[in-house]
């Protein structure tokens, strides 16, 4: 199964689609525009919360909770290295590994692929093509990508506001 986001370039909050392989739209996602840390929440088509993701706001390095139907299924923790980044996925058993700069990874469980997320590029906007093995790991596959590019987006931000 295959998703694709793209975010919006010029908008005040996160607010974007996301859609599968034949075009529909599968979710809607859409940040808080003031609140204390990043928060997500991920709409279903019928506007239903399938999930939320919420940074916690007073942590050394970002953390990021993940609910799913309103139960936390995971935590994504950014790791203190010097070169490249390096994020860890508790409460799924899940393993994340790759180049976060260029937004090419992968995620594994007990070695199987879970996903791989690539940045298409040369198009409007950030856009990036979600590869799931399972539907069953669509929405937590997608909940962590979203965490990740949160961590990326303050970290871009943060070093352009330095220079």
């Not at 599968?20 to 990043?38: I, P, T």
């Not at 856009?127 to 590019?149: E, F, G, N």
Request: aromatic share 16%; proline share 2%; with cysteine.
């Amino acid at each position: 199964m295959q998703l694709f986001m793209r975010e919006k370039v010029f908008s005040w909050r996160d607010r974007f689609n996301v859609w599968d392989e034949a075009g529909n739209d599968r979710y809607y996602v859409e940040g808080e525009l003031f609140s204390w840390g990043k928060r997500l929440h991920v709409r279903d088509a019928q506007g239903n919360e399938a999930a939320f993701i919420q940074q916690k706001v007073f942590s050394f390095l970002p953390r990021f909770f993940v609910y799913v139907d309103g139960q936390q299924v995971a935590e994504i923790v950014k790791r203190f290295t010097f070169f490249h980044p390096r994020y860890e996925i508790e409460g799924l058993g899940w393993e994340i590994a790759g180049d976060f700069f260029e937004h090419d990874y992968e995620i594994n469980c007990d070695g199987r692929p879970v996903a791989s997320i690539h940045k298409q590029w040369f198009t409007w906007g950030d856009c990036y093509c979600l590869d799931i093995a399972s539907a069953q790991d669509a929405l937590p596959a997608l909940a962590v990508v979203l965490a990740i590019d949160c961590v990326n987006e303050q970290a871009a931000a943060a070093s352009s506001s330095s220079n």
